[in-house]
């Protein structure tokens, strides 16, 4: 039974260190809050609006840029010229080079499929490597 009392006693007396320790912080963030509020006015708000503003015009763009480019779909290419022409065109490209007749190439082709949607920034493409030189 002192046993038990002993680590009741413990854990009340870290419980209320880090209770401590806790609202000290939360007193130092809420400070921090408070000058920062002090220091933001409508101008520098405004300047930040306008700057995100920029970067979203931006990323539109290029998402613009992307989807002329052919990105966003997993598309088969049929010989050496159009490989090159489709790797010069785009910063990043992944190829997969399939076999029909392996179906480990079919699990990577389904694997690829759903990759796509979530990667606009990259062309998907295949090649027949038995096909290619």
Do not use: N
């Not at 520098?44 to 015009?57: C, G, P, S, T, V």
């Amino acid at each position: 039974m002192a046993q038990a009392a002993q680590v009741a006693a413990v854990q009340q007396a870290v419980s209320a260190v880090v209770l401590d320790s806790l609202l000290k912080q939360e007193e130092e963030l809420d400070k921090e809050i408070e000058t920062l509020d002090k220091k933001l006015d409508e101008d520098d708000l405004e300047a930040i609006r306008r700057k995100r503003i920029e970067q979203m015009k931006k990323a539109q763009k290029a998402k613009k840029e992307w989807a002329a480019a052919g990105h966003g779909s997993y598309t088969e290419i049929s010989d050496q010229k159009e490989f090159f022409a489709a790797v010069k065109r785009s910063k990043r490209v992944v190829c997969h080079f399939y076999r029909p007749t392996t179906w480990r190439c079919g699990i990577i082709d389904k694997h690829i499929g759903k990759v796509v949607a979530k990667h606009p920034e990259t062309k998907f493409i295949k090649i027949d490597a038995e096909k290619s030189p």
